[in-house]
């Protein structure tokens, strides 16, 4: 079974600009969520989808949005760059609905604003 | 509310030797548990979870951990280091709740091989 798969790996982008990342989750698995991991600030939670509808959302300015398509898929999107976004962006899927409540990262996105 | 403290931020330890990466927790009920290894320029990889029964846990790559609850601890173990265990660490709490599973994770521990 292939694992999370996120695109792009990295990316480089400017001050002011938005960026699209795009996030496969395990085949059969409905729930995706997003975290941000930055050397000060460690793991930070983004937002989770579920059924194509956001169900929880981390502490993050309105500049942060994602969303899920109906075969699980799930893109963030980050409007106005700004130099602090700089991170390693992750996305995990796990299957809520069984019995193992486990979440499964992918390798991440780096994203580095200049 | 629930947290993780990762007490230590580095840990140096020569090839060979045996290893205890230290994690306790704060949570009002009986937690799910997680251990994850993340290797530079990666995401990050499941080694061990915890959720019920047996308190000690066998996890890949040799890895064990031991739940204590009177301790609120979740120590992650290996009898004998390789090269390659080099990496981050990092514990994590969560519930299950309605469905969802947001853990919180600890700021992770750093680990330092010497050959």
């Known amino acids: 079974k292939a694992g999370v798969t996120q695109t792009p790996r990295y990316l480089i982008k400017t001050r002011g600009q938005q960026v699209t990342l795009s996030c496969s989750p395990i085949s059969g698995h409905r729930s995706v969520s997003w975290y941000q991991q930055t050397p000060g600030q460690g793991l930070q939670f983004l937002f989770e989808y579920f059924s194509e509808t956001q169900r929880n959302k981390g502490n993050f300015p309105g500049r942060f949005s994602g969303r899920q398509f109906s075969n699980s898929r799930s893109e963030m999107n980050v409007s106005t760059l700004e130099l602090g976004d700089s991170a390693l962006y992750l996305c995990?899927?796990?299957?809520?609905?069984?019995?193992?409540?486990?979440?499964?990262f992918g390798e991440g996105s780096w994203l580095t604003v200049v | 509310a629930q947290s993780v403290t990762q007490p230590d931020i580095h840990i140096t330890v020569s090839e060979g030797a045996s290893l205890e990466l230290r994690c306790n927790y704060s949570y009002g009920a009986t937690p799910y548990l997680f251990w994850y290894v993340q290797s530079p320029g990666q995401g990050l990889q499941l080694l061990l979870k915890?959720?019920?029964?047996?308190?000690l846990v066998q996890g890949i790559k040799g890895f064990e951990a031991e739940f204590k609850r009177s301790q609120s601890s979740f120590n992650l173990r290996k009898p004998s280091v390789h090269w390659s265990d080099a990496a981050e660490y990092f514990c994590a709490v969560g519930p299950v709740s309605g469905g969802s599973y947001i853990p919180t994770f600890g700021r992770g521990t750093s680990l330092i091989v010497h050959p």
């Open positions: 995990a899927s796990s299957d809520p609905t069984g019995s193992m409540h486990t979440i499964y």
């Open positions: 915890y959720f019920s029964g047996d308190t």
